[in-house]
């Protein structure tokens, strides 16, 4: 059975970084392209950035210049590396895969931006 594991989350102050890892088990994800989620208290969940299975890259606009998508073929992982961190950043981040099928959705890490 396909499971994603999301860790890396914390309390930060603005301007910090943090560094999320997604892994995943179960299933090959190399053919996938990813994405990383989001959902702040009271909103949709949204996609903030993906990455093709070739390593091509995307960003939504709150989030772009500031966070990097990258990932790890070999270890079924996917990073979200979080730079310049808002408060409006607060939110539990989720991965999955971007086209195709989804996964089951996994826990999700949260990340609290305050001073």
């Known amino acids: 059975q396909v499971q994603l594991v999301e860790s890396g989350g914390g309390l930060v102050q603005p301007g910090g970084s943090l560094r999320l890892s997604c892994a995943a088990s179960?299933?090959?994800?190399?053919?996938?392209?990813l994405g990383w989620y989001r959902q702040a208290p009271g909103k949709q969940r949204e996609v903030i950035a993906t990455i093709s299975s070739g390593g091509d890259t995307n960003y939504g606009d709150s989030v772009m210049g500031r966070f990097t998508i990258s990932r790890d073929n070999a270890k079924n992982t996917v990073y979200l590396q979080m730079n310049s961190l808002k408060p409006e950043d607060t939110a539990v981040y989720y991965c999955n895969t971007f086209k195709g099928p989804k996964a089951p959705w996994g826990q999700g890490t949260q990340v609290t931006v305050s001073s």
């Open positions: 179960g299933s090959d994800f190399s053919i996938y392209a």
